[in-house]
């Protein structure tokens, strides 16, 4: 670490370009943000208005998001759990339909 340290004291030029690529390091990094901030911001808007256009209440307050997420969340759950049992249905289906043309083949 201490070569390192003399080296770069010996030459200046080095601390310009290390300089330079912190600066736009920074910049690249402030731009991908800012990109970020819009994207989250569409998101939003797209949201509210589709809150607006299908006619349920915006919530205007911390605690109104937060329940509202809550509500959100527990109808996923419920439609996953349904989704769940009817993947576990139909392949339950399916390993029974199997099941019975293995016998049909191996007894025929």
């Known amino acids: 670490m201490e070569n390192v340290i003399v080296y770069?004291?010996?030459n200046p030029v080095l601390w310009i370009i290390l300089g330079i690529l912190a600066i736009l390091l920074i910049v690249a990094i402030i731009k991908k943000m800012f990109k970020l901030l819009i994207v989250l911001v569409?998101?939003?808007?797209?949201?509210?208005?589709?809150?607006f256009f299908t006619g349920k209440e915006i919530p205007m307050n911390k605690e109104g998001w937060i329940e509202h997420g809550k509500e959100l969340i527990e109808k996923g759950k419920d439609a996953g759990k349904d989704l769940l049992d009817k993947g576990k249905e139909a392949g339950e289906d399916i390993i029974e339909k199997g099941k019975e043309e293995l016998k049909k083949k191996t007894d025929g």
């Open 42 to 51: 569409v998101i939003a808007l797209v949201y509210l208005g589709y809150l």
């Open 8 to 10: 770069l004291n010996a």
